[in-house]
């Protein structure tokens, strides 16, 4: 995936700054940066979801604001804060889209029966999505964004909510699905998740690209969360207010 000076304002306030960022093929690239950095602005536009103001994305070539029907073949999306169509079960959920990518029904079967196993979703197959549990709608979204075999999988916050066997789980998948040649591109807080999982990753702030590189080369012989707050500041020494103080 290819950005190239991708820019986004709400009002007043640029939420994405001018963003360049090269995501090799077959990588898994973590994006960090502080509340309020623009990492789901960011990836909302690399998706298809929002329109930049300026800026492109292509995706193997693709571009995906001019060619959106080829560019959402090719993406896998699971998205922080999209509604998902809860009245339906978790079977029929993931059943639907993957008929929305066009597959064959017997396949779609298939495919629908193999990641509700691997998501541990299976007692809850006939559950509306309604009813879910917050780790349980993570794992029937990221389901639903895997259920095409996309060549990359965007995934924003992918482990918030979700307990640490599924977790343990999504991640062998994730490991299989880049070994075999998919690129992930993941957003997080967890710099250990990031420092463990990723062999690339970026660091932005305010919108603006601080640091890009492998793991390696952006943590510089420290580890990822001291040189994240080394990068980003902010870090408050203080014992918090007096007031709070218990004794
Ligand atoms: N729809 C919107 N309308 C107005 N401002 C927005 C909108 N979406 C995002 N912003 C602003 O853009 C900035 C970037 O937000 P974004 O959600 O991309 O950050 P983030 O890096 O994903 O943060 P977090 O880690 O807290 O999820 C923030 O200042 C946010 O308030």
């Known amino acids: 995936m290819q950005i190239t000076g991708l820019v986004k304002r709400f009002g007043q306030k640029t939420a994405v700054a001018g963003l360049d960022l090269e995501v090799p093929s077959g990588s898994f690239y973590g994006l960090v940066g502080p509340n309020g950095a623009g990492k789901t602005t960011t990836l909302s536009m690399a998706t298809g979801l929002l329109r930049p103001d300026a800026g492109a994305v292509r995706i193997h070539g693709v571009d995906v604001w001019t060619q959106p029907v080829e560019a959402k073949r090719l993406i896998g999306n699971l998205a922080d804060g999209v509604r998902l169509f809860d009245r339906l079960t978790g079977e029929q959920l993931v059943t639907y889209t993957g008929m929305m990518f066009g597959l064959a029904r017997e396949d779609v079967a298939a495919r629908t029966a193999d990641l509700l196993r691997i998501m541990d979703l299976q007692e809850a197959a006939g559950t509306p ?49 880049t070994a075999s040649g998919g690129t992930v591109i993941v957003s997080s807080h967890s710099m250990d998740l990031v420092q463990r999982m990723c062999d690339h990753v970026a660091v932005i702030a305010q919108g603006r690209l601080l640091a890009s590189g492998t793991v390696d080369q952006v943590r510089a012989g420290q580890t990822l969360q001291d040189r994240f707050v080394e990068l980003v500041g902010g870090r408050h020494h203080a014992e918090g207010p007096q007031w709070l103080r218990q004794s």
């Not at 794992?139 to 996309?150: E, F, I, M, W």
């Not at 995934?155 to 999504?170: M, Q, R, T, W």
């Open 129 to 177: 999505v309604v009813d879910y549990s917050a780790g349980m709608t993570k794992k029937v979204a990221l389901a639903c964004a895997l259920v095409h075999a996309p060549r990359l999988l965007v995934l924003d916050e992918p482990f918030e909510s979700v307990d640490p066997v599924s977790a343990a789980n999504i991640e062998d998948i994730l490991r299989g699905y």
